[in-house]
């Protein structure tokens, strides 16, 4: 049997190569991955069908893994480095749009958490749509957000959190928002594996998107009809 280190990965065909990929984030294989992603690149494959068929797809099952006990914190943190290496080549192609600006939107993950990989999508996502985006990181309390958005003149909040623990921290935030009266200069978004639709509603933010491509179509909406209301 061939091991790992005899595959070459520029004789894969497209398929073989994405499951390789699946694979080799799995594996944490950092310089495979980054490898794989130039090969799709140089094959004509659109940045964000790498990001989201091999990359996505990929850390997909590294989740459901982790869920199931099967992978534990180091394996996963090594498949999120080997993740972000392949984000670190996408993010330049999927920024240089040339789109007009949108708009300005602070984004960062909640106190208590630590995940970035879906925050820093989106933020990717978003400068690639047209958006101005100033990353504040992760672990944040509320005066971080707050300090960000009066000093950036954003337009837009960004919370992310992937845990059940940590993602009432967003309706602190927002309700402090309230309580200085400054709810309604930003629109909210939120996102985050356990978050959902009614969640979103329910802790008064404008809007929970599932995705990164989901977020950026409903940030360009609500830009569009905040410019509306104010036009008329
Ligand atoms: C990678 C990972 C880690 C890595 C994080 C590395 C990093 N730099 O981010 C490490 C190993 C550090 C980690 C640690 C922990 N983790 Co973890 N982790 C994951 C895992 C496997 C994948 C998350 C991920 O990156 N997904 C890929 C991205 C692309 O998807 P995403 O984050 O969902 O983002 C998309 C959308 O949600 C949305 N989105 C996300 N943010 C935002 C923000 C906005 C504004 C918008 C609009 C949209 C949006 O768009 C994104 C792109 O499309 C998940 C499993 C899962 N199914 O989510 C568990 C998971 C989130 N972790 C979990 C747990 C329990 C932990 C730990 C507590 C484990 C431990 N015992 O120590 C710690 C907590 C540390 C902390 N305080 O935060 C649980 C949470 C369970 C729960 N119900 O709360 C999960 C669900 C695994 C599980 N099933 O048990 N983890």
Not at 1 to 13: F, K, N, P, Q
Not at 98 to 111: D, E, N
Not at 152 to 173: F, Q
Not at 212 to 229: G, I, Q, S, W, Y
Request: net charge negative; with cysteine.
């Amino acid at each position: 049997m061939a091991d790992e280190d005899d595959i070459i990965l520029s004789e894969l065909d497209d398929e073989e190569l994405v499951l390789q990929m699946h694979d080799d984030l799995y594996d944490g294989l950092k310089e495979e991955i980054e490898e794989a992603v130039h090969i799709l690149i140089d094959r004509g494959w659109t940045p964000y069908d790498i990001l989201t068929k091999a990359l996505v797809a990929g850390m997909t099952i590294v989740g459901n893994d982790f869920r199931d006990g099967i992978l534990f914190v180091p394996e996963v943190l090594l498949a999120a480095n080997a993740m972000k290496g392949g984000m670190a080549i996408l993010k330049p192609l999927l920024v240089e749009t040339g789109a007009p600006r949108m708009g300005k939107m602070v984004i960062g993950t909640v106190k208590g958490d630590i995940h970035d990989i879906g925050k820093n999508l989106v933020a990717m996502m978003m400068e690639g749509a047209g958006f101005e985006v100033v990353d504040i990181g992760i672990n944040n309390p509320v005066e971080s957000y707050l300090e960000a958005l009066d000093r950036e003149g954003a337009d837009i909040l960004g919370m992310s959190a992937l845990l059940t623990t940590t993602m009432p921290y967003m309706k602190v935030v927002i309700d402090t928002m309230k309580e200085k009266g400054i709810r309604d200069d930003y629109l909210v978004i939120v996102g985050g594996a356990p978050l959902n639709e009614e969640f979103g509603k329910a802790i008064g933010a404008d809007a929970y998107c599932r995705d990164a491509a989901v977020a950026v179509e409903t940030a360009k909406d609500m830009v569009a009809r905040k410019h509306n209301r104010m036009g008329a």
